[in-house]
T-cell receptor
Framework: AQRVTQPEKLLSVFKGAPVELKCNYS??????LFWYVQYSRQRLQLLLR??SRESIKGFTADLNKGETSFHLKKPFAQEEDSAMYYC???????????FGEGTQLTVNP | DGGITQSPKYLFRKEGQNVTLSCEQN?????MYWYRQDPGQGLRLIYY???????QKGDIAEGYSVSREKKESFPLTVTSAQKNPTAFYLC???????????FGPGTRLTVL
């Protein structure tokens, strides 16, 4: 069965510093990966998906099949990036998302 | 926001009682989902439905039941068989199971 692991439950950085939220997955096929974000008092929402190869709010994520990782990166963190971030995976022929445990990012002024 | 609603926002229940959480969407989405969100455990899938009149168990379906009689509605019943029901429950919908999921605001259930 597929599994998504986010090793850091809490991550704290200073404004302007680079930030990387780690996501590792276990799945033998070719998965599709997502990052969802939940800002304080807002709904959980999609941040980006790997097939779109977009940069959203300055965030990027590259799928590394060799390392089975999909880390989320931003070169200069902003205070408004403080939120809970979830990595998620869907199998090639799957019908459901599997979420990681989440990482709470805090960007300090 | 809008498009997918959950009610009530807060719900209190006595032990031994069943309770039903509402989820409605007007996005014309075929797929709908129920998740449970607990601190440090991420989102765990309870049930999902790919199309009206059909649903499948997720990872933690025991003690829960659902129905999907209408495309717009996917209510979740938390039964007395659920051993630890106090949690935050999220409903979501998507065009199909491979597309972006849109989430509701959630219902916080507390068992007294």
């Amino acid at each position: 069965a597929q599994r998504v692991t986010q090793p850091e439950k809490l991550l704290s950085v200073f404004k302007g510093a680079p930030v990387e939220l780690k996501c590792n997955y276990s799945y033998s096929g070719s998965p599709e990966l997502f990052w969802y974000v939940q800002y304080s008092r807002q709904r959980l929402q999609l941040l980006l998906r790997h097939i779109s190869r977009e940069s959203i709010k300055g965030f990027t994520a590259d799928l590394n099949k060799g390392e089975t990782s999909f880390h989320l990166k931003k070169p200069f963190a902003q205070e408004e990036d403080s939120a809970m971030y979830y990595c998620a995976l869907i199998e090639t022929s799957g019908s459901r998302l599997t979420f990681g445990e989440g990482t709470q990012l805090t960007v300090n002024p | 926001d809008g498009g997918i609603t959950q009610s009530p926002k807060y719900l209190f229940r006595k032990e031994g009682q069943n309770v039903t959480l509402s989820c409605e969407q007007n996005l014309n989405h075929d797929a709908m989902y129920w998740y449970r969100q607990d601190p440090g455990q991420g989102l765990r899938l309870i049930y999902y439905s790919q199309i009206v009149n059909d649903f499948q168990k997720g990872d933690i379906a025991e003690g829960y039941s659902v129905s999907r009689e209408k495309k717009e509605s996917f209510p979740l019943t938390v039964t007395s068989a659920q051993k630890n029901p106090t949690a935050f429950y999220l409903c979501a919908s998507s065009k199909d199971t491979r597309n972006e999921q849109f989430f509701g605001p959630g219902t916080r259930l507390t068992v007294l």
